[in-house]
């Protein structure tokens, strides 16, 4: 079963994050993402980069991730 823990372990291990959290139902989950390598990418190339952390997991595993992702001066910006 995938769990939220799982999915935030591999965005960890894939990519520099300032601030990363994942929740879920095992099913359905929704991922925060701050990271610098955010800087000038539009919203489709920094679902990419996620995505690319996850790998096949994607295809095979997780049904649906939903993303906020920020820099982490958007980040600062939300708050």
């Known amino acids: ?3 939220p ?3 935030q372990l591999n965005i960890a291990q894939g990519m520099a994050t300032e ?5 879920g139902d095992g099913q359905h ?7 610098e390598e955010f800087a000038g ?3 489709v190339q920094r679902h990419q980069l996620v995505y690319q952390t996850l790998g ?3 295809r095979a595993e997780i049904h649906a991730l939903s993303m906020k992702t ?4 958007e ?3 939300q708050k």
């Open 1 to 3: 079963m995938v769990t």
């Open 5 to 7: 823990e799982s999915i």
């Open 19 to 23: 601030h990363l959290s994942v929740v």
């Open 56 to 58: 096949d997991r994607m």
């Open 41 to 43: 990418k539009n919203r």
């Open 75 to 77: 980040w600062q910006s």
């Open 29 to 35: 989950f929704e991922a925060v993402v701050v990271s």
């Open 70 to 73: 920020y820099t982490p001066q």
